[in-house]
Every structure is written in C-alpha cells, then in structure tokens.
RNA sequence: AGCGGGGUGGGGUAGCCAGGAAAUCCCAUCGGGCUCAUAACCCGAAGAUCAGUCGUUCAAAUCGACUCCCCGCUACCA
C-alpha cells in the first residue's frame, strides 16, 4: 500500500464551476483517486475555492456585493456541484479559511527566515482618482521604441518590445485615463532566479511527463526566472505577518497554491487544532508518497516552476511534485468557455437535467489529455447512446434480463477461459492507463471489454443453447455475469453511479468503492437471486435541431438570425479619456451590463443617453477603441451630418431580443459590416436581406429613429 | 511580433515523444446475420497520396527544415 497526494488547482470562487473545468482539472483527480483507494492506496485529495483572486473583487462588484460574500456564494454552490458529479476531496476549503490563512503566514515568515524573501522599494505607478497603484496591465502610453501610442505597462503591442511603466511616455491609467504618479512602495519579493538551476536540476529527469506539459515548462525556465513580488497595495487578502505593512496584503499567486500545503496540514489537525507532526509528514516528507497536480494549461508555470520553487525554498525537505498533468482546454462548440459572453454550461445544470455518470463517460472520452478538445451537446447525446447505453448498458441489461427471465439467480457454470483472459488483460491495460493518468485511453480499453462482452454473446447465442443445452447456456450467462462483474470494477472510477448500481443488481453487497480491483476477478456466488434489472443508462434525444445547419452554402448567407441584437438601457455615459468623438457607455441588458464606446459625442451630449433604450450589436467580437473595451455596438443611423440613435419602445425590457435575432456565435466586424440596414419607407428601421428589407421589431413593434430620419438613412 | 499547440477517409477523433506491412474508435453510407437486449447487438464493404514542399533513413502520419492555414497564450486576471 503506498500513500499518493493529489493537489487540484484552487478554482476562483467567482462563478459557478462549468464543464471546462470539470473535464480539465476536477474529473481528472477523481478518476485517479477512486482507482487508486479501489488499489488499496491511501489518497490525500485538497483543493478549496480561491477567494482573493482579481476576477472575485471584479465580481463582487458587479453583483453589488462585498467580496467575500460572493466568494462565499460560489464556493457553496462548486462544493455541491462537485459533490453531486461524485467529484470528492479529502479537504475542500477556501483561502478564507482560518486555518489556511494562519499556516500561510507561518510560510511566509519561514521564507523571510531562510532569506528567500526580501523587502524592495519599488516604484509604481499610482492613479490617484482610482485610488490604487496600478499593476503594469492597467498603464499605458507611448512606446519608447517605436512611438506606438498604445503601448501597454507590461509590453508594447506594436513593437513587442517588453516594457516598464517608467519607460513609457505620457502615461495614463486604463480604468480612468488620468495621469498616474509614481510612488515608492516597499513591496516582498520572492528570490526565483536564485532557484533557477535547482529547478532545471529537478526537471532533467521528467521525461515521464505530457510533452506539452514538459515544453511549456523547460522553454519557461529557459527565458530566464525573475524574482516575483509576493505582496500588494490592496486591503482584501491575508495579511503580512510581519510589522508596518497593514496596508499591504499577500499576492494570490503566492498565497492559493500554499493551499496544497494548508490543507494537508488541517487534515492531520485533531478537533483540537493539535497537529500530528507524523501524519502530516507520511504525505508530505515521505520520499515514497508521489504528488500528483492536476490542473488546466494556462496553470502550468505555477505548478511546474513557482511552486516546486517554494517548496524546496522552505528547505523542510518536502515532497516536490511528481507529476502534473496538465490538461488543454475543452472548448464549447470551437470557443472558449467564458461567462461574459454565455460560452458556458454549469455543473449544476447539468447534473439538474442528466445522469452525472452520462457527462462523465463524455468527459473522460473527449477530455483534452494533449490537445484541446471541442464539447458538443450533440457529440454528448451520440456517444451517450451509441457508446454507453448501447454497448455497455446493452450487453448488461442483455446479460442480467435473460438470466433472470431464465433462471431467476445466478447459475452454476464454469467461466469462459478466452473471457477470462479478456477480463485480466482489460483489467491490467486500463490499470496502467489510469496510473499514467492517460484516462482517455483507460475508459476507451474498458469499452472493449464490453464490445468482447457482446461479441461472445452473439457468438455463443445462449437464446439457442437454452433449447439444445440448458447447461451450455448456463456457461454462457455465468461468463457474462463474470464479465459484467469485471465492467463494474474497472468503470468504478469513471462512472461510479452506475457501477454501484450494476454492483448492486449482480447480488453484491456494499458500496463498490469498499470493494477492491482484484475483486473483478473474484467469481460470483453462484445461487445469487436476481431482481428484474433496469436498465443502467437512459438514450438521450438528440438536441433539436431547431434550423437546418447552416454549413451547406460557403458564403455566409445574410440572415438575421446570425445577429444577436438586443435592447439595451443606459445607465452611464462617460466620455472616453482618450479621443474626442467617442464616449463610453455602461448599458444594461437585463442579465448583464455592458460596457460600449460610440462615437456620438458630436451628436449627443451625456446626459441624454443615461436611461435610454438602445439596439445593441451583442455578438461583435469585443475590440479596444483607444484603449478602452467595447463589447458590442449601438446601432444609429445617419443621413449626412444627422446622426440618429434607433429609438425602440420604451416598453422594451432592456435584454430583449429583437424578433428574428438569435445569440448567434460571435463575429468579426468586417462580417457585420456586409449587412445593409437602413430606414425603411415607412420610417422604421430593418435589415435588407436579399432583396426584402426586413422590419426591426422587438414584441411585435416596429423601432424608429429618434431624430426621425427618412428613408434611406444608413444605419451602423 | 514572439512563443506554444494543431491541420489524419464525408464529419468528429486516436496514433506522433520511443519511425516498420498505411491507421483507432464513434457517427453517417452500403450489404449481410441475429432476435436475448433501451429498433439495441454482431459480421462485412466502400472511403484518406495522414495540409504542402524538401530532407534524414533500408523504412516517415511519426524525426528535421521551410511554406500555407486554424487556434491559444504573451508571467503582477493561476
């Protein structure tokens, strides 16, 4: 028996957790660790919700609520998500927690102690309306190099050159665009270029680990490590524990993954809050316990690098990290998950509408090990039923409700030497797969045992042998049921719902994952009553396909419902610090608020946007307009120097979809700027598609302009 | 711009690190079998010059160079 630890990417506490993640760094673990407790090895598993990170404060401001509170409605909401996907940590807290907080601050103290941390006066650009330095992202300015006027703090655009806030002239601030100053901080800095050798030292021999996973991390270490600063000017984060810095807080980057360590270190905490030194040690100082990270590929230098290089800084001797599969990205339908823009399916709708066990055999086979992969509802629904209900549930449900109509309980038979055979060699390959962490490749080779399953049922057909030979078919069934025995074993750690369920229908007592993985070959008990089985897995109906697909003609065929055109409200109308035609609005669209430039300021003055209801373009892709971020477009029309805003009922809720409009897929903006919309004849505004012009409605009404335009007048 | 990843029968994918009779699995197509099973299962057929060019090699989807497309990232938003 040997101890394994499993460290899972703290997930931000700033949404609810949705299948990207699931299948890149959470189903993952859970695989590993259920096979490996099924192997009779004692698993540590932590993780806890990040509460402190950007996107939480962010946020938090949003929905209007302090930031720890929202934090704490996520992370009570992922804890039942994961839960109900069978997703089970050992420890599962949160940067809040106390414990995590007080341990942090001890590793921060041991740090400074063995001279890996030092304190560093540094200058930073401070914007005094938004009261807060800034980090080199929300500074730019003019490019030293090649005088590009957006360059940002960090590095030009333009030239590529890398860049500091100091070397940029005429500096300005991101969020409002006032001049920032510089001030002089004392900031904690972590020494890493003192740790780059030993860590090229460590990495020379992780050959064992996924190609990309390995480049990413050597081409890193190659470019040259800097020391980081560990602390920053912000008031919500765990304190320094060292005197006169109340106003500075510990780094997220620096903080969240000290959790792997924290949280081992509360699990062998008594209620008391005693530690047993040993039990945390047989983890964590025990040079035969392997850690095992688990996490997405844009985490990889954090755990390849920043990590192994705090741990060995604390010079306790502590485990460095063995391996860590880094998973690609599981894009949905070609794009990336993001909330913002509604790419995203939650967790807990999904176990709301499926069998958690049907998401995960989908995850575990499309889970994207080396390379990104693509979500589909309808690939979910096809392999669902082609491959889970139809090949696995199929050759079980056969299996039991013929036995059971025939026999009533399992015969006295003896099993099938070739099945045998088959059975041991899928138990070993799918063994090996999973201890290499290629999942993929472990659920794929347990499916062949199902599809030998069928195969040696048709072949032996035991619905003939039931009239010729009662006892042959009775070999028959007994070798399916030892088959299906072995099937509940190895898809254990994938699908652990239904595993129970078939453990349980084949007269098994217990929870399965009490059971052990040389138990698949233990015979069943021949006289075994059997119930009249259900079937394990329902068929799915495939997604409606509410349109033809759309792929047939090449061009792109002007249709209105490829745009997502919705009624949004005013609620801000700023100018914008850095052009003279355009302003900046904060517009309301229901569930979301949104922020646009427009370059009305000719044409309108502040005051009378705030409260107005607008057409906005939602599906354009997000563009910076002189360095602000626009993320759709108002539509106005124009007729010469008279430019309009399109002026929808009043009664429109803001959100609203305009008739015939669709949250259409994303498009560029020379695509948007192929569609003709313009004033119709009877003064309302609409689209020209192919040679009808189409009307824009929204509830049956008809939009106008607000200056009242005539017909012709161009809209965009 | 730089860096990283990708381009495999009609669609989606595996294989590539450790080169070897041209290739996995699912869907779609065609033909056959079976009727125990959630019209599920089983067998068979058709279909790819493995993006392109050049090179290394007895041998390349697999290694190297270049080109063309796609996608992602660009460490203070893990």
């Known amino acids: 028996m040997s101890k394994i630890f499993i460290g899972v990417a703290w997930p931000y506490a700033n949404g609810p957790i949705h299948v990207g993640h699931m299948a890149g760094c959470n189903l993952p673990p859970d695989i590993f660790r259920r096979y490996h407790i099924m192997r009779g090895n004692e698993v540590l598993m932590v993780s806890g919700s990040d509460m402190h990170g950007t996107p939480v404060t962010v946020r938090a401001e949003k929905e209007g609520l302090r930031p720890e509170e929202l934090a704490e409605k996520y992370h009570q909401l992922n804890v039942k998500a994961f839960d109900d996907f069978g997703v089970k940590f050992t420890e599962f807290h949160s940067t809040e927690d106390p414990d995590h907080i007080a341990i942090v601050q001890k590793l921060f103290l041991r740090l400074h102690e063995t001279g890996?941390?030092?304190?560093?006066?540094?200058?930073?650009?401070?914007?005094?309306?938004?009261?807060?330095?800034?980090?080199?992202?929300?500074?730019?300015?003019?490019?030293?190099?090649?005088?590009?006027?957006?360059?940002?703090g960090d590095q030009c655009e333009e030239c590529g050159k890398l860049m500091d806030p100091d070397l940029l002239i005429n500096l300005r601030c991101t969020t409002c665009g006032s001049t920032p100053e510089f001030v002089k901080r004392n900031h904690f800095f972590f020494k890493l270029s003192a740790l780059e050798e030993p860590l090229k030292k460590w990495m020379a021999d992780k050959d064992y680990w996924r190609p990309h996973v390995l480049n990413f991390s050597r081409m890193f270490l190659e470019g040259g490590l800097k020391d980081r600063p560990v602390t920053r000017d912000t008031t919500y984060g765990?304190?320094?524990?060292?005197?006169?810095?109340?106003?500075?807080?510990?780094?997220?980057?620096?903080?969240?993954?000290?959790?792997?360590?924290?949280?081992?270190?509360?699990?062998?905490?008594?209620?008391?809050?005693?530690?047993?030194?040993?039990?945390?040690?047989?983890?964590?100082?025990?040079?035969?316990?392997?850690?095992?990270?688990?996490?997405?590929?844009?985490?990889?230098?954090?755990?390849?690098?920043?990590?192994?290089?705090?741990?060995?800084?604390?010079e306790w001797d502590l485990n460095l990290p063995y391996d860590v599969p880094a998973n690609a990205f599981l894009k949905f339908g070609g794009q990336q998950f993001s909330k913002s823009r509604g790419v995203s399916v939650s967790i807990k709708d999904i176990v709301e509408e499926y069998d958690p066990d049907a998401m995960r055999y989908y995850m575990a086979t499309t889970m994207p090990e080396n390379r990104d992969a693509d979500f589909t509802w309808e690939d979910f629904v096809t392999r669902n039923n082609s491959e889970l209900v139809a090949t696995y549930g199929n050759f079980v449900h056969r299996t039991l409700s013929f036995t059971?109509?025939?026999?009533?309980?399992?015969?006295?038979?003896?099993?099938?030497?070739?099945?045998?055979?088959?059975?041991?060699?899928?138990?070993?390959?799918?063994?090996?797969?999973?201890?290499?962490?290629?999942?993929?490749?472990?659920?794929?080779?347990a499916m062949e045992l199902a599809r030998f399953g069928n195969q040696y049922i048709d072949a032996q057909a035991p619905w003939k042998q039931l009239k010729a030979s009662r006892e042959d078919c009775a070999a028959t069934l007994y070798t399916s049921i030892c088959i299906s025995k072995a099937l509940a074993i190895i898809f254990a750690p994938y699908l652990p719902f239904s595993s129970q369920k078939l453990w349980n229908a084949l007269g098994e007592d217990g929870q399965i994952y009490e059971a052990s993985w040389e138990d698949a070959l233990v015979p069943p008990k021949s006289g075994t009553k059997l119930e009249r089985p259900e079937p394990m897995f329902k068929k799915l109906d495939p997604p409606k396909k509410d349109e033809p697909v759309d792929e047939p003609q090449k061009e792109p065929?002007?249709?209105?419902?490829?745009?997502?055109?919705?009624?949004?409200?005013?609620?801000?109308?700023?100018?914008?610090?850095?052009?003279?035609?355009?302003?900046?609005?904060?517009?309301?669209?229901?569930?979301?608020?949104?922020q646009l430039c427009a370059g009305?300021?000719?044409h309108y003055s502040l005051e009378e946007f705030v409260g107005k209801n607008i057409v906005?373009?939602?599906?354009?892709?997000?563009?910076?307009?002189?360095?602000?971020?626009?993320?759709?477009?108002?539509?106005?029309?124009?007729?010469?120097?008279?430019?309009?805003?399109?002026?929808?009922?009043?009664?429109?809720?803001?959100?609203?979809?305009?008739?015939?409009?669709?949250?259409?897929?994303?498009?560029?903006?020379?695509?948007?700027?192929?569609?003709?919309?313009?004033?119709?004849?009877?003064?309302?505004?609409?689209?020209?598609?192919?040679?009808?012009?189409?009307?824009?409605?929204?509830?049956?009404?008809?939009?106008?302009?607000?200056?009242?335009?005539?017909p012709g007048a161009k809209i965009k």
């Not at 540094?122 to 003019?142: A, H, I, N, Q, W």
């Not at 759709?632 to 015939?660: F, I, K, N, R, Y």
């Open 557 to 594: 065929k002007m249709t209105l419902d490829k745009l997502d055109l919705r009624i949004g409200k005013v609620i801000e109308a700023n100018d914008h610090p850095n052009a003279d035609k355009l302003i900046v609005l904060n517009v309301s669209l229901g569930q979301e608020n949104r």
């Open 600 to 602: 009305l300021k000719e």
């Open 616 to 710: 906005v373009v939602c599906n354009l892709k997000p563009a910076k307009l002189r360095g602000i971020m626009s993320e759709g477009m108002l539509l106005a029309a124009s007729e010469g120097d008279v430019v309009s805003l399109l002026l929808p009922p009043e009664s429109a809720e803001p959100g609203t979809q305009l008739d015939g409009t669709t949250k259409a897929k994303q498009i560029e903006f020379p695509d948007f700027l192929k569609y003709t919309l313009e004033v119709g004849h009877d003064g309302y505004a609409g689209a020209i598609i192919g040679s009808k012009f189409i009307p824009f409605t929204v509830d049956g009404k008809n939009i106008g302009t607000d200056k009242n335009l005539g």
């Open 238 to 314: 765990i304190k320094i524990p060292i005197d006169g810095h109340d106003d500075k807080r510990i780094y997220v980057w620096f903080e969240a993954f000290m959790g792997y360590y924290t949280m081992a270190v509360k699990w062998a905490m008594d209620e008391n809050g005693n530690l047993d030194q040993a039990k945390l040690d047989s983890f964590w100082k025990n040079p035969d316990c392997k850690h095992y990270y688990f996490l997405g590929k844009d985490n990889i230098p954090f755990h390849t690098i920043f990590w192994p290089a705090v741990v060995s800084a604390l």
């Open 404 to 445: 059971q109509k025939n026999f009533g309980e399992i015969p006295d038979a003896p099993l099938n030497p070739e099945a045998e055979k088959a059975i041991k060699s899928a138990l070993e390959e799918v063994a090996q797969h999973i201890e290499k962490c290629e999942f993929k490749m472990g659920i794929k080779r």
């Open 116 to 152: 890996h941390l030092y304190e560093k006066e540094m200058e930073l650009p401070f914007c005094s309306k938004c009261d807060r330095t800034l980090p080199d992202r929300y500074v730019e300015g003019e490019c030293p190099f090649c005088h590009y006027e957006n360059a940002r």
